[in-house]
C-alpha cells in the first residue's frame, strides 16, 4: 500500500496538469483537423505546444509565489491587459464555436 500511494503523489500533479491543459478543443477540434488536413497542420501543434508549457508553468509559479490568481496580475498592469484578454478569450471562444457550426454544416 505504502508503494501505492508514493505513486499517486508522484503523478498526481501530472495528471492536474494533464486535466487543465487538454479540453475539448483538444480532443474534438484537433480530431477534425487532423482527419480533414492531415498533417499540413502539424507546425501548429508544434507551435502550441512550445507556447503552452511555460505559460502554464508560469501562471502555476506566479500563483505560488503571489498568493494572486492570474487575473488579478493582469488587472495589476492595468485595465488594458484585463480587456486584451477578455478579447482574446471571447474569440478564441467564437472562434471555436464557429469551426463546431461549420464542420456540422459540412457533414
Known amino acids: 500500500m505504502h508503494h501505492s500511494g ?3 503523489k508522484a503523478l498526481g500533479p501530472g495528471f492536474l496538469f494533464a486535466v487543465v491543459s487538454v479540453g475539448v478543443s483538444h480532443i474534438v477540434q484537433s480530431t477534425r483537423a487532423g482527419a480533414g488536413y ?20 508560469f501562471g502555476q509559479r506566479y500563483a505560488v509565489a503571489t498568493g494572486n490568481s492570474l487575473l488579478e496580475g493582469f488587472r495589476r498592469q492595468g485595465k488594458w491587459s484585463l480587456v486584451l484578454y477578455l ?3 471571447v474569440g478564441l471562444i467564437l ?13
Open 6 to 8: 508514493g505513486l499517486i
Open 38 to 57: 492531415g498533417f499540413s497542420l502539424i507546425w501548429v501543434i508544434i507551435l502550441a505546444l512550445i507556447l503552452k508549457y511555460p505559460l502554464f508553468e
Open 87 to 89: 478579447v482574446l478569450t
Open 95 to 107: 472562434g471555436t464555436g464557429l469551426l463546431y457550426i461549420d464542420s456540422i454544416e459540412e457533414t
